[in-house]
């Protein structure tokens, strides 16, 4: 019988663990993204882009790089913590199938990311008038966004073996794709094939899914975006599920 109640123990762990470092999990990445209000808006002051104020076009990138960052770090740095401190030992002997293991990591990402992504949008009406244009629209991007990095957050710590390796995917990676994503410019400004490369970042549909959704402004049409969103998770699940259900990575350091 498949044990989901141990899956959802995992998934409790997960959240409790977050939710005890609570300032670097949330409070922090919502200071990071006050300080970019700022400082953006004192040096754009009055420029606009796609027609909007520069303010409001950067506010939805900042919250689709805080779902980003914060599925992406939940999962990723529990599963190096937990093959450092010896803990993985606690999932390769419980019952649990890689679909719950991928579920339960997955699930929690999710949760930080949600949480942290709202308290930045109540943080912007701070200091900006933000309309969702398309709320359902907003609501699925947020969750396609969060599944998708957290998802991926759990294959980057199944394969890291400690954490420099950890810190140079996240440095070479991660880094490089919201540079490349929109989150603080309109691609539509990249010249030559720094657009061309944009196209191949899948960041680059989440947040201009994202964007679509609030401002009613969009780089690629948001059909588009939604589609690559959509394949990219059902792409990526699978992925994980295989690579957890395999488990030879899941080792102790």
């Known amino acids: ?46 420029r606009q882009v796609q027609g909007v104020d520069y303010i409001k076009f950067l506010a939805p990138g900042l919250i689709t790089l805080t ?12 599963l190096v913590i ?16 890689g679909t719950q293991i991928v579920l339960a990591y997955v699930g929690a990402a999710m949760v930080r990311a949600l949480v942290t992504a709202f308290a930045t949008l109540l943080v912007i009406l701070l200091f900006t008038h933000l309309n969702v244009e398309h709320i359902g629209l ?5 969750f396609l ?9 759990a294959i980057f710590g199944y394969f890291a073996k400690q954490f420099d390796s950890m ?10 794709m919201s540079f490349l994503g929109g989150v603080f410019y309109p691609v539509s400004a990249l010249k030559g094939i720094w657009q061309t490369v944009s196209r191949f970042n899948p960041m680059l ?8 959704s609030f401002i009613d402004k969009e780089f690629i049409p948001h059909n588009i975006s939604l589609t690559v969103a959509i394949l990219a998770n059902v792409i990526i699940f699978p992925l994980a599920i295989y690579l957890f259900t395999k488990g030879k990575r899941l080792t102790v350091l």
């Open 1 to 46: 019988m498949a044990n989901w109640y141990g899956a959802y123990n995992l998934f409790r762990r997960e959240t409790t663990r977050f939710r005890k470092i609570i300032i670097d999990t949330t409070v922090s990445p919502i200071i990071s993204n006050v300080l970019y209000l700022i400082i953006f808006n004192v040096a754009v002051s009055g």
């Open 67 to 78: 779902l980003i960052n914060s599925a992406f770090s939940n999962p990723s740095f529990a």
């Open 82 to 97: 937990a093959k450092f401190s010896g803990s993985i030992s606690d999932i390769l002997i419980a019952p649990l199938t």
């Open 138 to 142: 907003a609501i699925l991007g947020a």
């Open 145 to 153: 966004t969060s599944f998708f990095f957290g998802t991926l957050g």
């Open 167 to 176: 810190t140079m995917m996240t440095t070479f990676i991660m880094t490089p």
């Open 205 to 212: 549909y989440f947040i201009d899914l994202m964007r679509y």
